[in-house]
Structure formats: structure tokens, C-alpha cells
């Protein structure tokens, strides 16, 4: 088995964005409303059985051909399903600012939603105008008859008022847990990795084409707001929730870009050689972004080349690997222990 090419896959959203996205990928964006791409995702959008969807480029699936073979792809354990990786990795580029919304937890979602996934996701970023901030947390406890009202009420000014602002810069990895409240600002471009769903309760919808019935997981707010955290998150929490690492170049020795709480979850490596080698990555199912340059992935029998923009699908079966060449690359993988931490008692 070697690693899949896997083409474009922009997904048209209800916010604008994606010139950042076509520019890295090499592709005309067909509105302005094209601000995400789901990288190597055998999961859909909420309600939508095929938006989202990774193509290789052979025209398959990824997720049928993850189905057919899992242990192939993804080693030893089973995920959710027979086509389950463990993660979603994301691509996403805002020009305005993302409304208030909330992702559940494992927890919630294993009660209400039949699946053992939640949504804690995170974000590194890729590139961002001056003075841009991501929202996370609130930083007062709120009463949670008055969250209700302002939501009702699309109170956005309240909503951001009550957040934690955070100023980003390029390279900084920020983890959402589940229950956080979060935005991004219009001007920033990340690559996000979370756990492979499409859950949002959006307690902000009139900045965006949604709606209010789109807004809740089609469970109702009564339903859902419990898994909305109303707690103050207090600024030695926020600054346990952000990492640094990725302000300073990379090297050829792959690094965590994300704070360790994120390792249960998922993980985000970067690398960058010269006409070395890197370090190497244990087998394992990946998603590769090559964000710079030109090489190529190296297993023990092997060698698949790259280019700059360009995506590809590691599975278990190639064995460990590196990469080599004059490039820079970003790795995203499942979490720690994954699929066992799934389904034998691990997070919630």
C-alpha cells in the first residue's frame, strides 16, 4: 500500500471565503462561499450523505476503500464503522467572522446522536491579516436564562463581548475542547483537525445563511444547550489551550503543533527538509499537506513524490515513513491510542 493522491474537495459553506484555499490547491473557487475543503474525510456534512467526501484520484471513494480494507488502512481496532480514520482534517479560510457556535461532546453526542464521537477540533494557523483574533470561551460565567435570551435575541455584540479575544499570529495552534464557545474572525486561514463529525449548535445564525431551524442539531435548543458550556474559562485554561510552537521554523525532526490536552484526540506534526531527510513517522493512517516545496514520501519500498498544494492519504500498510526533498509539510493523525480510546472507557 502506498499514500493517495487526493484531489481538491472544496465545500461550499454558509460564510464567505476560499480564495486562500483555491491559491494553495490550485483551483478556481466557483463562488465566495467556498471557504473550507475537507482533507481526507470519510465522513459527510451533517444531514448530506456526500458532501464532504474525500475523492481519490483515481475517482474511489477514500472511504470505500478504507471499508474494504480497514486494517490495511488504519491497523489493528475498529473505529465508529469499517470506513472510520479517526479524524477530519479540514482546510479552512474565513473573510468574515464565523458566528458563536458550540461543538458537543462525546458524551452528548453518544445520548443524542447515536455516534461516540463529539467535535473537539483545533486550529493552526496558516495565515492571517493583522490584528485578526479567534473568540474562545466565555470570560465571565453567564446565567444560562440570559445566554437563551441573547441567542434568541441575536445578540452578537453580547456574545463576543463575554468571549476570550485572542490575537493570532501564523503558526499558533489553538485547541477547542467540546462545550467551548468559539468564532474566528474574517481574515484568517487555518488548517483545523477535529474529530471526524459534523455537529455544530450555532448560537449565532444571522450573520450567516443559516437559519434558526438549521441551528441545533434538529434536536431543538431545549435539547441542546446543556451541552453548551456556560462556565467562565479562566485565563490560566485559555493559555493551557494554545500553542507556540509553530511560530519558530520548522526542522526536519517532525514537532506537535497542538497543545498536549489535544493528543487524545488528535495530532498535527510539521516538518521542513533541505535536501535531508525527516525524522520518521510510525505507521499509521495520515493526512499529508505539502504547504511548501517539492519531494517525496519515503517508506521502506516506496517513494512517492509530491508537490506544493498537494494532499495525500497515508495508510498503516506503507509502514513508517519520512519525507525528503526541499519541502515543508503539515501531518495530521488520529489521537494517542485511537481506536481504542473510542471504544474502551478512553475521553468524553
Excluded at 70 to 80: K, L, S, T, V, Y
Excluded at 311 to 330: C, T
Aim: glycine fraction near 10%; include cysteine.
Amino acid at each position: 500500500m502506498i499514500p493517495v493522491l487526493l484531489p481538491p474537495n472544496p465545500v461550499q459553506h454558509f460564510y464567505r471565503g476560499g480564495d486562500r484555499i483555491a491559491a494553495l490547491r490550485g483551483i478556481v473557487p466557483e463562488t465566495d462561499h467556498q471557504p473550507e475543503e475537507w482533507l481526507g474525510a470519510t465522513v459527510s456534512r451533517f444531514g448530506d450523505p456526500v458532501t464532504g467526501l474525500a475523492v481519490t484520484d483515481s475517482g474511489a471513494l477514500l472511504r470505500d476503500l478504507v471499508t474494504a480494507d480497514p486494517a490495511g488502512w488504519i491497523g489493528g481496532g475498529r473505529g465508529r464503522d469499517a470506513g472510520d480514520v479517526g479524524i477530519l482534517v479540514k482546510l479552512l479560510d474565513a473573510r468574515q467572522r464565523l458566528p458563536v457556535h458550540v461543538h458537543p461532546s462525546r458524551d452528548f453526542a453518544a445520548r443524542h446522536l447515536d455516534c461516540p464521537y463529539g467535535k473537539t477540533e483545533a486550529w493552526y494557523v496558516l495565515d492571517t491579516e493583522p490584528d485578526c483574533a479567534v473568540h474562545v470561551g466565555w470570560n465571565t460565567d453567564l446565567d444560562r436564562a440570559e445566554l437563551d435570551r441573547r441567542r434568541d435575541a441575536q445578540d452578537s455584540e453580547w456574545m463576543l463581548a463575554h468571549m476570550n479575544r485572542v490575537v493570532v499570529r501564523e503558526g499558533m495552534g489553538v485547541l477547542v475542547p467540546a462545550g467551548t464557545a468559539h468564532a474566528i474572525d474574517g481574515g484568517i486561514f487555518v488548517a483545523e483537525v477535529q474529530e471526524p463529525t459534523d455537529f455544530s449548535i450555532l448560537l449565532e445564525w444571522s450573520v450567516t445563511t443559516s437559519t434558526r431551524d438549521e441551528s441545533h442539531l434538529d434536536l431543538g435548543f431545549d435539547t441542546v444547550m446543556p451541552a453548551v458550556s456556560a462556565s467562565r474559562l479562566a485565563p490560566e485554561q485559555l493559555a493551557a489551550l494554545i500553542s507556540e510552537v509553530g511560530t519558530t521554523a520548522a526542522g526536519p525532526a517532525f514537532r506537535s503543533l497542538l497543545p498536549a490536552a489535544a493528543d487524545p484526540y488528535f495530532r498535527l506534526w510539521d516538518a521542513a527538509v533541505r535536501g535531508t531527510a525527516s525524522s520518521v513517522r510510525p505507521a499509521g493512517f495520515a493526512v499529508v499537506l505539502v504547504t511548501e516545496g517539492e519531494g517525496a514520501i519515503v517508506g521502506a519500498a516506496d517513494r512517492v513524490p509530491f508537490a506544493h498544494g498537494q494532499v495525500f492519504a497515508v495508510p498503516h500498510g506503507f509502514g513508517d515513513w519520512r519525507i525528503e526533498g526541499e519541502a515543508s509539510v503539515l501531518v495530521a493523525e488520529p489521537g494517542a491510542g485511537w481506536p481504542d480510546t473510542l471504544t474502551g472507557g478512553g475521553i468524553v
